[in-house]
């Protein structure tokens, strides 16, 4: 197969888009869909200072690369969850991370969560959850709490993540099948600031994951493969699964899926959910001020202090 714009050999055959591409035209393409992600979502400007979080896999580091050459100015941050018995999961991803900032000059903010808090993410979770299942709650709690704090103490104007369309379209139909309406009102790739909480913005959205894994492999990006080894057997995991089969007999399933759910979520088919500025302004924490949904700890000052 040839490249559709030069007639070299074609690296990628996108067939969604009817396009096939060679390892020189690929890449051009990637920072133009990124780009067009961006402005179509008005997700955030060139003269703003953006925090992305990285995980050292083919995702953040391909979404930090196409930034950088589209001339953002995306700092990063890297998590250490302390995943590390047997696998050494964190600590890899870590030196990815690291070595992916330095090459390039990038910032990148280690956080150690439990140089911080006294406990990594497993051990967490086995306090928890009396050591019998995975600590993925506990785990995107802390994320989440831990992005924002960084986002808001830092000054930055939005926090960045790489999630690509086929997560899009696993939360997506985990959120459909539970009928998870509060998920359902807040899907959108842009998440504009509210009481305490940043901007948040998804500029990979639309691509799929074999597209981001194809630019990291063309661009000598070097990433952690392993997938965190909760991840195993996670209801994620199967949703992709499935969606893969229905994408196999149905090129362009997932992205007609995603994009249509977008439709109607901007139609309002969708209710925000329940954390509006109102309720939000009712509660405080009292640890550390950030807006919560009742009296007394938000859920990540219960969980870090031990109740
Ligand atoms: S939630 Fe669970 Fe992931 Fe955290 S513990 Fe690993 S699999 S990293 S996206
Ligand atoms: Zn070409
Ligand atoms: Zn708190």
């Known amino acids: ?27 051009e393409w990637m920072c133009k869909q990124t780009e067009r992600t961006i402005q179509k979502y008005s997700m955030f400007r060139r003269d703003e ?6 995980s050292g896999g083919k995702d953040s580091l391909s979404l930090w690369d196409i930034l950088w050459k589209l001339g953002y100015h995306a700092d990063g941050i890297y998590l250490d969850l302390g995943i590390d018995q047997g696998t050494r999961y964190s600590c890899t991803s870590g030196e990815m991370a690291q070595a ?25 979770g086995a306090r928890t959850k009396r050591g019998h299942q995975k600590p993925c709650s506990q785990c995107g709690l802390v994320k989440r709490y831990l992005l924002n704090k960084a986002a808001l103490d830092g000054g930055y104007d939005a926090i960045l993540t790489a999630h690509n369309l086929d997560d899009e379209a696993a939360f997506l139909f985990s959120n459909l099948t539970h009928w998870s309406m509060q998920y359902l009102g807040r899907q959108h790739p842009l998440l504009p600031a509210t009481t305490g909480f940043a901007r948040k ?16 492999y063309l661009n000598n990006i070097a990433y952690v493969y392993s997938e965190c080894p909760y991840a195993t057997g996670s209801k994620q995991l199967r949703n992709k699964t499935y969606l893969n089969r229905l994408e196999d007999e149905q090129i362009g399933f997932k992205y007609q899926f995603y994009t249509g759910y977008l439709r109607a979520l901007e139609a309002g088919a969708f209710p925000a959910g329940q954390e509006t500025p109102e309720v939000l302004e009712q509660y405080r924490c009292t640890n550390c001020g950030q807006p919560t949904l009742s009296d007394g700890l938000c859920t990540f000052c219960r969980l870090v202090k031990k109740n």
């Open 49 to 54: 200072k953006l925090l992305l979080a990285v």
């Open 100 to 124: 992916f900032a330095a090459q390039r000059g990038l910032n990148l903010t280690v956080l150690d969560i439990r140089a911080k808090y006294g406990e990594s993410i497993p051990e967490m």
């Open 1 to 27: 197969m040839k490249c559709t714009i030069c007639n070299q050999k074609a690296a990628l055959h996108l067939e969604h888009h009817n396009l096939a591409l060679c390892s020189d035209h690929f890449p």
């Open 201 to 216: 913005a998804k500029p990979f959205c639309l691509l799929y994951e074999r597209e981001t894994t194809a630019y990291a």
